[in-house]
């Protein structure tokens, strides 16, 4: 089955300490990204990679990494979270082409104290 | 940088009626505009898109029109059921070959039994 999983789903964590959340797809897709949605801004892509070892910014970057070593996978990494990530992430992988049909992970709620 | 800005943020319908939301892109070089609907805690899920050389394109009660000239597009229910609630999500692809969209800031449809 195609599928793009991330985890965890839901992760409380301290101000300051690092986390990873990871992401997978098995769908040979090139592209990937990261999302974050809060409520009436919608989603807003952190990072997204077009290929291994190439990511690029997207329009929410600061306070987070990325790093895209194997096709299938594409973490994100706060090296040290504050309160104002707290939010639900989306990972999401596509072909890319002529038609970039997006598929979406399940989301990770993410509290930070 | 690119931006997609979308309206209304709340629609509110009886079921049976018609919903109409719409979106406008602000690069003229964007070329596909997918709609994401996304459940009450679910994950986005592509309902309908289209390229920019269609003007109109129908799915049973969905149909998304766009205006490339103007810069806008809509996305359009008929008969709207209850299962229709959730968010709606408009995208434009960023223009080159990166994969990125770009996403509205949603519309939350409440249908009215």
């Known amino acids: 089955e195609a599928q793009v999983t991330q985890n965890p789903r839901y992760l409380i964590t301290v101000t300051g300490k690092k986390l990873t959340v990871t992401c997978s797809q098995n769908?040979?897709?090139?592209?990937m990204s990261w999302y974050r949605q809060d409520p009436g801004l919608g989603l807003r892509q952190i990072y997204y990679s077009m290929n291994v070892e190439v990511t690029d910014k997207g329009d929410v970057p600061e306070g987070y990494k990325v790093s895209r070593k194997e096709k299938r996978n594409f973490p994100l990494i706060l090296e040290s979270p504050s309160p104002n990530q707290t939010s639900l992430y989306f990972c999401?992988?596509?072909?890319?082409?002529?038609?970039?049909?997006?598929?979406f992970g399940a989301g990770t709620r993410l509290s930070v104290l | 940088g690119e931006n997609v800005e979308q309206h209304p943020s709340t629609l509110s319908v009886q079921e049976g009626d018609s919903a109409v939301i719409k979106c406008t892109y602000s690069?003229?070089?964007?070329?596909?505009f997918p709609w994401y609907k996304q459940e009450l805690g679910k994950r986005p899920q592509l309902i309908i898109d289209?390229?920019?050389?269609?003007g109109e394109k129908k799915d049973q009660r969905i149909a998304v029109t766009l205006n490339k000239t103007a810069k806008h597009f809509s996305l359009h229910i008929t008969e709207t059921q209850p299962e229709d609630s959730a968010v709606y999500f408009c995208?434009?692809?960023?223009?080159?070959?990166?994969?990125?969209?770009?996403f509205g800031q949603g519309t939350t449809l409440q249908v009215k039994p």
């Open positions: 995208a434009a692809s960023s223009p080159g070959n990166t994969g990125k969209l770009i």
């Open positions: 999401a992988s596509s072909s890319g082409g002529a038609k970039n049909i997006q598929y």
């Open positions: 769908m040979n897709h090139e592209y």
């Open positions: 289209i390229r920019s050389n269609v």
């Open positions: 690069d003229s070089a964007s070329n596909y």
